[in-house]
């Protein structure tokens, strides 16, 4: 309980807005646990198992409540257009990765990081919570979300795009 | 992996182009990229240091997501779990 709720509660908030939502969504979601623990087949992971149900009740939660900010996010992803037409670099990027490694324990970081994940379209946030803060296999993901892994990849490949930007951003302001 | 030239549009390596390579970033991160398309994005790394340099962003990137936040379970909302439990525990008991 101590080590998924908080998970349950960062992939509800890639559906609803409000945390107290989020957290509505994820307690519910232990109750749907507790009441389908009789038909849980254990043929998924019991992490794999959770983070579907609370999907799902994010979902039947009702009000779509996320807003996204768009303008922002095409920014981002426009400032990942640097090619030229014939595909090589217009803008190679800066060079700032070791930096980043080096302060990957900033908690500005870390927060900016969460901050664009709440910002990207719903599935992509999902992915990303799920591969990158999570660290769940591709697979794992497939399940959960029911899409494909070539899906499943273009939608990560999306948002670790839009992170990478906003870090940048942070880093070479 | 080390650079050994500098980027030009010359060398085995841009067989891909820069933007080829960084929309394969995914799948080779992945394990998920096979083949010749592998054999060719090794070799534009090897070759384009700023592809290179964009892999190892996505990598920070991918690290920075993961490294937080250590978040502990804010204790009414334990208080509420253990609630919803123990009333699961009372409703499973068998009635005598």
């Known amino acids: 309980m ?4 908080p998970s349950m509660i960062r992939l509800a908030l890639t559906r609803v807005r409000s945390r107290a939502v989020a957290e509505e969504v994820a307690q519910d979601a232990w109750v749907g646990v507790l009441r389908g ?6 043929r998924s992971s019991l992490r794999s198992w959770l983070f579907r149900i609370v999907i799902n009740r994010a979902i039947s939660s009702g009000v779509r409540e996320r807003a996204h900010l768009p303008v922002h996010g095409d920014e981002l992803e ?3 257009g640097r090619f030229s037409q014939d595909g090589w670099w217009v803008t190679p990027p800066t060079h700032w990765a070791d930096e980043v490694v080096d302060r990957l324990t900033a908690p500005s970081l870390v927060e900016r990081v969460h901050e664009v994940i709440t910002e990207l379209p719903e599935r992509q946030a999902q992915v990303v919570t799920l591969r990158d803060v999570e660290g769940l296999s591709s697979a ?4 959960i979300l029911g899409i494909s892994e070539g899906n499943q990849r273009v939608l990560l490949h999306r948002a670790r795009t839009r992170i990478r930007a906003a870090l940048e951003q942070e880093v070479m302001p | 992996m080390k650079i050994r030239r500098s980027w030009g549009r010359r ?6 182009t820069c933007q080829q390579a960084v929309n394969h970033i995914t799948a080779y991160l992945d394990g998920a990229l096979a083949g010749r398309d592998r054999d060719k994005l090794e070799r534009h790394l090897e ?6 340099e964009h892999l190892k962003q996505i990598e920070a990137t991918i690290r920075v997501a993961g490294a937080g936040p250590g978040d502990d379970l804010d204790p009414l909302a334990r208080e509420d779990l253990l609630e919803i ?3 699961w525990r009372a409703d499973q008991r068998p009635v005598d």
């Open chain 1, 2 to 5: 101590d080590r998924y709720h």
């Open chain 1, 37 to 42: 623990l009789d038909t849980f087949e254990g």
């Open chain 1, 78 to 80: 426009h400032r990942d």
């Open chain 1, 140 to 143: 794992e993901v497939c399940t």
């Open chain 2, 11 to 16: 060398g085995g390596g841009h067989e891909m």
């Open chain 2, 47 to 52: 070759e384009c240091p700023h592809c290179w």
């Open chain 2, 85 to 87: 439990y123990r009333r």
